[in-house]
């Protein structure tokens, strides 16, 4: 099983063109032996944690699954954007293809879910490209470096970490993201 490891590290300091503030993060890809294969920094929104739906607000740390579904979200260039149906209907389970065929949904990207709360998966909850919190509503972006405002080369990490879950089995992954950790002083 590998695991892509999320730990939450701050919110940036600066705020987007839209006021918007990012969380960024330290992202891990590790093996079933936690052997380190990909490092990257994640970036969401810079809100509060949430499950609740229709909020553009980060998601709860836990741990979630992978599936792959259709999208209209900023994803990989190559093999991931304006696909064939055909070449990916096998891929996708039957309750999502109409994303595709009725709504237009061309992308292909990495849904998140959690068996635990099935409720969540309708929040349509992506790892896909952003630069900064405005670009994620509730989803999670990964890149290559990092600003005072977000996170940067977000088209090559994607890329780089679709084709690997495409390589291995998007089965063979969870995603576990833990929460900002507190700097205040013990005992405060």
């Known amino acids: 099983m590998y695991?892509?490891?999320?730990?939450?590290?701050?919110?940036?300091?600066?705020?987007?063109?839209?006021?918007?503030?990012?969380?960024?993060?330290?992202?891990?890809?590790?093996?079933?032996?936690?052997?380190?294969?990909?490092?990257?920094?994640?970036?969401?929104?810079?809100?509060?944690?949430?499950?609740?739906?229709?909020?553009?607000?980060?998601?709860?740390?836990?741990?979630y699954k992978l599936k792959w579904n259709f999208t209209k979200t900023a994803v990989a260039k190559n093999g991931y954007r304006n696909v064939r149906f055909d070449d990916y209907k096998e891929l996708i389970e039957p309750k999502y293809h109409e994303r595709y065929t009725k709504w237009g949904f061309k992308n292909v990207g990495l849904l998140l879910y959690t068996p635990m709360l099935p409720s969540f998966e309708s929040r349509c909850i992506f790892i896909h490209i952003m630069n900064t919190g405005k670009d994620v509503e509730g989803c999670i972006g990964l890149g290559k470096g990092k600003n005072d405002m977000g996170i940067v080369d977000s088209t090559s990490a994607i890329a780089e970490f679709y084709d690997f879950v495409k390589k291995h089995g998007v089965e063979n992954f969870e995603v576990q993201i833990n929460e900002v950790r507190s700097s205040a002083p013990a005992g405060l």
């Not at 590290?9 to 839209?18: R, V």
């Open 3 to 63: 695991k892509l490891l999320i730990q939450r590290t701050h919110i940036s300091k600066l705020a987007d063109a839209k006021g918007e503030k990012t969380t960024i993060g330290d992202a891990t890809l590790l093996d079933s032996n936690n052997k380190v294969l990909f490092k990257y920094f994640s970036g969401e929104n810079g809100s509060q944690s949430s499950d609740e739906r229709g909020k553009d607000h980060r998601i709860m740390p836990r741990t």
